[in-house]
């Protein structure tokens, strides 16, 4: 059974900095890509980062140069790197598995509980 | 960036009705979309990939179609454990896109 966990959370102060670790079981972690995915306080999803097979990155604009993605491979882990934290990245933060497809890229085919970030003074 | 717009926002329906998303991209996706459950408190569940695959275990009542820009997400019967808010989300390019979610409510 595929299991996605989520530690690392909690409140932090503006400007601050979290590391998220997403623990994975059930499947051969070297072989996917993985992605945050994060959700703020009533609203809706929004893409955070991916990291490939290969360790190849992206970001989306709002967080591209604040936040690390990176994976241990030999430890089943996915990792969030979150620096210089704004009010704007209190959310729910997912890891998620990418599926395989016929596409360069595939939908998410698995999504941890999710860890709660705050970002508070 | 690709755009990713749903309509409705909200969705009031009862259980047995038809119910239709629409999800609307600001290019062309060809079929790279996908579209996800959410309850409340949990995480999103994947129900359709490739515009209109269904993904394993999920129920019949439930279809996709679309290409390009346009897509919709159908609900044949609504049953009560179909409340829930959908989302769709691009996975032509990166940066990946959600679309903001219907919430479909009795």
């Known amino acids: 059974e595929v299991q996605l966990v989520e530690s690392g959370g909690g409140l932090v102060q503006p400007g601050g900095s979290l590391r998220l670790s997403c623990a994975a079981s059930?499947?051969?972690?070297?072989?996917?890509?993985m992605h945050w995915v994060r959700q703020a306080p009533g609203k809706g999803l929004e893409w955070v980062s991916v990291?490939?097979?290969?360790?190849?990155?992206y970001y989306p604009v709002s967080v591209k140069g604040r936040f690390t993605i990176s994976r241990e491979n030999a430890k089943n882990s996915l990792y969030l790197q979150m620096n210089n934290l704004r009010a704007g990245d209190t959310a729910v933060y997912y890891c998620?598995?990418?599926?395989?497809?016929?596409?360069?890229?595939?939908?998410?085919?698995?999504w941890g509980q999710g860890i709660l970030v705050t970002v508070s003074s | 960036d690709i755009q990713m717009t749903q309509s409705p926002s909200t969705l009031p329906a009862s259980v047995g009705d038809r119910v239709t998303i629409t999800c609307r991209a600001s290019?062309?996706?060809?079929?790279?979309l996908a579209w996800y459950q959410q309850k409340p408190g949990k995480a999103p569940k994947l129900l359709i990939s490739?515009?209109?695959n269904l993904e394993s275990g999920v129920p019949s009542r439930f279809s996709g179609s679309g290409s390009a820009t346009e897509f919709t997400l159908t609900i044949s019967s609504l049953q009560p454990d179909d409340f829930a808010t959908y989302y769709c989300?691009?996975?032509?390019?990166?940066?990946?896109?959600f679309g903001q979610g219907t919430k479909v409510e009795i």
């Open positions: 998620a598995r990418e599926g395989t497809c016929s596409s360069v890229s595939c939908p998410l085919d698995y």
């Open positions: 059930g499947f051969t972690f070297s072989r996917y890509d």
């Open positions: 990291i490939g097979t290969t360790g190849d990155t």
């Open positions: 290019q062309s996706i060809s079929s790279w």
């Open positions: 490739k515009a209109s």
């Open positions: 989300q691009q996975y032509h390019s990166p940066p990946w896109t």
